[in-house]
């Protein structure tokens, strides 16, 4: 099968997580992809391969890439393995690549992914084997090539998975602490808050720093696949273009700025294992000279600026427990209020019960996820002196 030429546009698509979307959206825009459209959890678009390679090294709300080759209907279990079989599995890997297939099926007549899955990787094997009497090994862990299908009301969408390995491990991470955000939702939680990238930036409640390094690497313009460890899964890929890739990786190392920081980070955690293990991980990210972190009180801090943009996932009671939730989060909103005015203060909370506790309005509540819990980011414009008679008013509603 000859080789593509780079300019060729086909059909592209992103995943990332409930609530991300639009920002996704604008990170693909930015890369210059065509016809972005905004679905649940995916956003789709067209682009070429350079941009295929760029979206998985500069998008910071994508979970995978995927390359859709194939869209059908399937009415049944033979429907499916039909179908499956028309495509020439031998043109995309062959005899000596392992593979494995993510399946997600949702208001279909088949009920269970892992089943679909059985029968498309059946499907493949027995092509192989009807025409060299051998066939391909599965790998579920760490496969050459990884598919990716879809069904949603029996139409499927057969992709590659152009990332391999899921995109939120950046591998900048060495420790954790027992609750740690995923790196892509804190990129996509700084996203929301329309943090500016200059302005000073404060987690008072750092954990191992997930915040911090995501929030310095929008900063500084630094790349998030510029950590990664492992291939790209299209490194795997019969088509790949290693000169091309090559390019795009100096492209992006050129474009980081890592002498000088460009806009004030500090990160406080009252525990001193975390703030251990949030400088392990910024000094492994090397991103040591551009982020402040202290052990510190958040109810005894003040704003290091006249504004600037506040994030914190303080405990939900869920993993971590504390001893009177609705104190802390009380705690959290007059702090907020008597030593952070000028600030947009943003909570990502999954006890919204205990956020009626922070007693101050919020301009906006987003729905988010964190893993299955049900959370908010809830957004505190915390002005300067009055405001129409009032500093701020109090609100039982969240």
């Known amino acids: 099968m000859a080789k593509k030429i780079q300019n060729d546009n086909f059909n592209i698509i992103a995943t990332t997580l409930a609530g991300l ?14 016809f972005v459209k905004v679905g649940n959890r995916v956003v789709s678009c067209s682009g070429n391969l350079r941009q295929l390679y760029e979206a998985n090294l500069w998008c910071r709300t994508a979970i995978r890439i995927l390359k859709p080759i194939r869209n059908f209907k399937a009415r049944d279990e033979k429907d499916l393995y039909a179908q499956v079989q028309k495509t020439d599995w031998s043109e995309y ?11 997600v099926v949702s208001h279909s007549t088949f009920e269970h992914s892992l089943f679909v899955a059985q029968l498309t990787k059946d499907a493949i094997v027995d092509q192989f084997r009807k025409a060299t009497g051998e066939r ?4 579920r862990i760490r496969p050459h090539i990884r598919l990716n299908l879809h069904m949603h009301e029996n139409m499927v969408t057969l ?24 790196e892509v939702l804190a990129a996509g939680i700084i ?21 911090l390094i995501e929030a310095a690497m929008m900063a500084q313009n630094i790349a998030p696949g510029l950590y990664r460890r492992d291939p790209f899964g299209f490194e795997n890929w019969k088509d790949y273009d290693a000169g091309l890739l090559e390019m795009i990786w100096k492209t992006a190392e050129a474009k980081a700025v890592l002498d000088k920081p460009l806009a004030q980070i500090i990160g406080y955690d009252i525990d001193a294992d975390y703030v251990e293990a949030a400088l392990n991980n910024i000094e492994n990210a090397g991103l040591d000279q551009l982020i402040k972190v202290e052990k510190a009180d958040f109810f005894e801090t003040q704003a290091p600026a006249a504004q600037g943009v506040l994030v914190m996932n303080p405990p939900y009671n869920e993993r971590i427990q504390s001893d009177d939730i609705n104190l ?51 957004k505190y414009e915390l002005y ?14 969240v």
């Open 93 to 103: 890997f062959g005899l000596d690549q392992t593979f494995a297939i993510d399946a």
């Open 384 to 397: 300067r002196g009055s405001r129409r008679g009032g500093v701020e008013e109090e609100t039982k509603e």
């Open 21 to 34: 979307e639009e920002v996704l959206a604008e990170e693909l825009r930015a890369l210059d992809m065509e």
């Open 136 to 139: 391909p090994s599965v790998d």
């Open 191 to 211: 996203g929301l808050t329309g943090w500016d990238k200059t302005s000073s930036f404060v987690d008072p409640m750092c954990g191992s720093g997930t915040f």
């Open 328 to 378: 802390l989060y009380k705690n959290i909103g007059d702090t907020l209020k008597n030593n952070y005015q000028g600030f947009d203060a943003f909570v990502f909370t999954g006890n919204l019960e205990a956020a009626k506790s922070i007693g101050l309005r919020t301009s906006r509540r987003i729905p988010l996820y964190n893993g299955a819990i049900d959370c908010r980011l809830l």
């Open 159 to 182: 992709s590659l998975d152009s990332s391999g390995d899921s995109l939120h491990r950046r591998g900048y991470r060495l420790q954790t602490n027992v609750a740690p955000l995923n």
